[in-house]
């Protein structure tokens, strides 16, 4: 019996969420020699943490909104976050065309100076003007735009830095439990009559598990914080989370260069369009006020057309429904400030902490870009109850492959045609930028194709599938054609399915 799930042995830290709020709590929270346990209803980064615009950015809007402590620990993130993980995250630049019904030249220049310097950079180059009638950039334009901004944020793939993460975490000794909900959590008083825990009654696929006792717990339940307290805490809370809904559409690839673009609307609002999984366009996001339950978010019909009707205002050639090969849609659990609209709503984080009995911490809102700080941030608040708890330790910690420098990452993929030469130039990036230095882990001694096991369609094999399940907690089809990889938007449902079904089997021997 593992030591989550022995009531007799309380652990240090119950971490309810497996999103990146959760996981990077919990991975915190064991690298300073606490025991911890995780337990995540569906699949890691099922809901929020997979529907991002999956950039680490320090959100250039949010000036706007004088929300500068923000933006500040954002953008001096982007570069301790891209050396963490230069395999899933890379530098990226963003074109912003400039025309008339836009704030003055002057003015955005002016905002663009404040990101260049108010975090500091040291990797990424700094914004420079573009004149559109020459640059690439704006071939795919219409003629009306004549010059623009250039300016540097970073891409990350958003679900997989949470399945790198949870990696990590139980390799520091996170009992990391996948499609197992908390169905009850209550205060109960020790045998010794020392300091009250908490008792987390849980349930997987299987039916009911021993209940884990533990001396404190976090609800990173992201869109589903306010339920889990009402619900299974069973407390009566003021506080409020505000659900805002945004939607993308993938596209065929729009354009032919690696730089993305930054739109703004007639209506204030901007949208990005950026280059996806080699042959897509990423178009999002929307910004609106969602109704009902969280698992319910999907881009409409309203919205798909929203956004292309936005794009369609800045490319040549018109963006239309049948362009669209994908949608998703996921809800940000902003904590309720009272902002008048969605596009206003704070985008920080709010760390709830209560102390009565056994601490329970509650997290509301949070960025992917400052994950890691709020993190932190979780911990300090929780050291009071933890003096044996060591120090911020997670800037400048790799995650697994992520290994080398960011100078390295382009010649990486080479580096593995070397030694596998039966890859494609397509195939070696996709896997460098997957998992980084532990391709060569995956790979093994193969010497072609045969060698990688049962193939599934669309260049997926069994070696990388085992890999995810034994590594990544994958467990079905979905975990890995959606969030470990993107190979759903090759693969045909039959194959998806065949997938799933072998999978399935695995498990059952």
Not at 101 to 125: E, N, S, V
Not at 277 to 299: M, N, R, V, W, Y
Not at 339 to 354: F, I, M, P, Q
């Amino acid at each position: 019996m593992s030591r989550a799930e022995n009531p007799a042995e309380p652990i240090d830290i119950f971490v309810i969420g497996g999103g990146v709020n959760g996981v990077g709590i919990a991975r915190d929270a064991a690298g300073r020699g606490l025991s911890v346990a995780l337990a995540e209803m569906h699949d890691l980064a099922s809901a929020t943490s997979s529907a991002s615009t999956k950039l680490f950015h320090g959100g250039l809007r949010y000036l706007e909104y004088y929300e500068f402590r923000l933006v500040r620990e954002a953008l001096i993130e982007r570069e301790v976050l891209l050396k963490a993980m230069p395999h899933i995250s890379w530098p990226m630049r963003f074109v912003l065309p400039h025309h008339k019904g836009l704030r003055p030249w002057w003015l955005i220049r002016l905002g663009l100076f404040l990101y260049d310097h108010l975090g500091g950079r040291k990797i990424l180059p700094a914004t420079k003007s573009v004149d559109l009638t020459k640059d690439p950039a704006g071939k795919a334009l219409k003629s009306e735009y004549r010059r623009a901004f250039e300016y540097s944020d970073c891409w990350v793939q958003d679900a997989r830095l949470v399945s790198l993460m949870a990696r990590d975490a139980a390799e520091r000794g996170v009992n990391v439990m996948v499609r197992t909900k908390v169905t009850r959590a209550e205060q109960v008083d020790t045998p010794a009559g020392g300091d009250r825990l908490w008792k987390i009654e849980l349930e997987d696929e299987n039916g009911p598990l021993q209940p884990v006792l533990a001396r404190a717990l976090v609800n990173a339940g992201g869109p589903w914080v306010a339920d889990i307290i009402a619900g299974a805490l069973g407390i009566n809370t003021s506080e409020k989370v505000r659900l805002v809904r945004g939607s993308h559409i993938v596209t065929k690839k729009l354009y032919d260069h690696d730089r993305c673009y930054f739109f703004q609307g007639s209506d204030g609002r901007i949208i990005f369009a950026i280059p996806y999984e080699q042959d897509f366009t990423l178009i999002g996001t929307t910004d609106k006020d969602h109704q009902g339950p969280a698992s319910s978010a999907k881009c409409t019909d309203e919205e798909a057309d929203y956004l292309c009707r936005f794009a369609s205002e800045y490319f040549d050639k018109p963006v239309t429904r049948e362009d669209i090969v994908w949608t998703y849609s996921g809800v940000r659990p902003l904590y309720d400030d009272g902002a008048s609209s969605a596009t206003a709503a704070t985008r920080d984080y709010v760390l709830s902490l209560r102390k009565e009995g056994a601490p329970l911490l509650s997290v509301f809102g949070g960025k992917i870009t400052t994950h890691r700080k709020l993190a932190e941030a979780a911990l300090h608040k929780l050291s009071p109850f933890f003096p044996q708890a060591g120090d911020d330790w997670t800037a400048g910690a790799t995650l697994p492959g992520g290994d080398f420098p960011v100078s390295d990452a382009a010649a990486l993929p080479a580096r593995l045609r070397e030694d596998y030469p039966f890859l494609s130039e397509a195939q070696a990036l996709r896997l460098i930028r997957t998992y980084g230095t532990d391709c060569w882990k995956m790979l093994g001694h193969a010497s072609g194709p045969e060698d990688l096991g049962q193939a599934f369609g669309a260049g997926l094999y069994e070696a990388e599938v085992r890999w995810l399940a034994e590594n990544e907690f994958a467990r079905r089809a979905e975990d890995i054609v959606f969030r470990r990889t993107k190979f759903g938007l090759r693969m045909s449902g039959e194959e998806i399915a065949a997938l799933d079904e072998w999978l399935v089997a695995q498990q059952a021997r």
